[in-house]
């Protein structure tokens, strides 16, 4: 399984971004696909999750900013992000789950850079 995360780049505080992570295969029977990001130094840390069955989960420090979804007809999980501020700034990569059997299946995506400018 491949994932190709996109739509990172240079956006000013207040502005927004759509990140896209697009799979190399069915997320239909993915368990989870979430998005996650990690500054130089610091410790990759959860954003957001959505379940198959389209439930969410968000960091507090994203609560009612950012929104995640997923096209299960174009293989794609997304990550809307309103209101970006400075500190939001960091490499994003997304992530996918599969359970077989009694083991579950983690894919990571390559990272896309988000820089917000104050």
């Known amino acids: 399984v491949q994932l190709q995360a996109s739509g990172g780049g240079l956006v000013q505080a207040g502005g927004s971004l759509r990140l896209s992570c697009a799979a190399s295969?069915?997320?239909?029977?993915?368990?989870?696909m979430g998005w996650y990001r990690q500054v130089s130094g610091e410790q990759r840390e959860l954003v957001a999750v959505i379940t198959s069955a389209g439930g969410t989960d968000y960091a507090d420090f994203v609560k009612g900013r950012f929104t995640i979804s997923r096209d299960n007809i174009k293989n794609t999980v997304y990550l809307q992000m309103n209101s970006l501020k400075p500190e939001d700034t960091a490499v994003y990569y997304c992530?996918?789950?599969?359970?077989?059997?009694?083991?579950?299946?983690?894919?990571w995506g390559q990272g896309t850079l988000v820089t917000v400018s104050s």
């Open positions: 295969t069915s997320i239909v029977s993915a368990s989870d």
């Open positions: 992530n996918a789950g599969w359970v077989r059997g009694k083991t579950r299946y983690v894919y």
